[in-house]
């Protein structure tokens, strides 16, 4: 099985910062990708950011919105992706959920296709 558990969110002023931690564990062979999408009140869930790696280069993707205010990186190791918010804005509050495209285990066998994990959700909230 394979769990993925965000971290790190929470109340802060306009302007301020927050970082969220994502970590995927269980019967993992290969992470393709990692990333963080979010969902505001009465919208829907929209990309944030996305992580690709490959075994020679990574490569990332933002929403036009987040761009030079985000940074989203990654701990291959750990199989853990971090995102870093700064300038945070009101319109930036929604629960921000992690997902992780891979390859599992499955019952002692490679799975024959990749399969997107996502985790439960982390509030981030960003007073005026």
């Known amino acids: 099985q394979v769990q993925v558990v965000e971290s790190g969110g929470g109340l802060v002023q306009a302007g301020g910062s927050l970082r969220l931690s994502c970590a995927a564990s269980?019967?993992?062979?290969?992470?393709?990708?990692m990333g963080w999408y979010r969902q505001a009140p009465g919208k829907q869930r929209e990309l944030v950011a996305t992580?690709?790696?490959?075994?020679?280069?990574?490569?990332?993707n933002y929403a036009d919105s987040v761009k030079g205010r985000f940074t989203i990186s990654r701990d291959s190791a750990k199989n853990t992706v971090y995102l870093q918010m700064n300038s945070l804005k009101p319109e930036d509050t929604a629960i921000y959920y992690c997902?992780?495209?891979?390859?599992?285990?499955?019952?002692?066998?490679?799975?024959?296709?990749?399969?997107?994990?996502w985790g439960q959700g982390t509030q981030v909230t960003v007073s005026s």
């Open positions: 997902y992780a495209n891979l390859i599992p285990w499955i019952d002692g066998t490679l799975s024959s296709t990749t399969r997107d994990y």
């Open positions: 992580i690709t790696t490959t075994i020679t280069s990574s490569s990332t």
């Open positions: 269980g019967s993992i062979f290969r992470i393709n990708a």
